[in-house]
């Protein structure tokens, strides 16, 4: 098997529902469920597990490249 870029990893992962597709989680906010939903409106904190991915250059660099445009 041929090695996986990062893109076709999470692609893979997107197609068979391992996980949500990308989304911006400072505007678009992290998706719950209905069930999540309701704990938080009864004042439960349920812990909802997060990866970043890439690297701390990455993210470096697309907020240099981000910059540059607004």
């Known amino acids: 098997m041929d090695e996986m870029t ?9 197609q068979r529902g391992f996980c949500t597709e ?14 999540e939903n309701e704990l938080f409106d009864e004042g439960s904190d349920p812990c909802i ?3 970043r991915l890439g690297t701390e250059a990455d993210w470096e660099a697309n907020a240099v490249a981000y910059r540059a445009i607004v």
Not at 6 to 14: F, S
Not at 22 to 35: E, F, V
């Open 49 to 51: 597990h997060v990866v």
């Open 6 to 14: 990062l893109e076709q990893w999470i692609e893979y992962g997107v």
């Open 22 to 35: 990308q989304y911006c989680d400072t505007h678009a906010g992290t998706p719950l469920s209905d069930t």
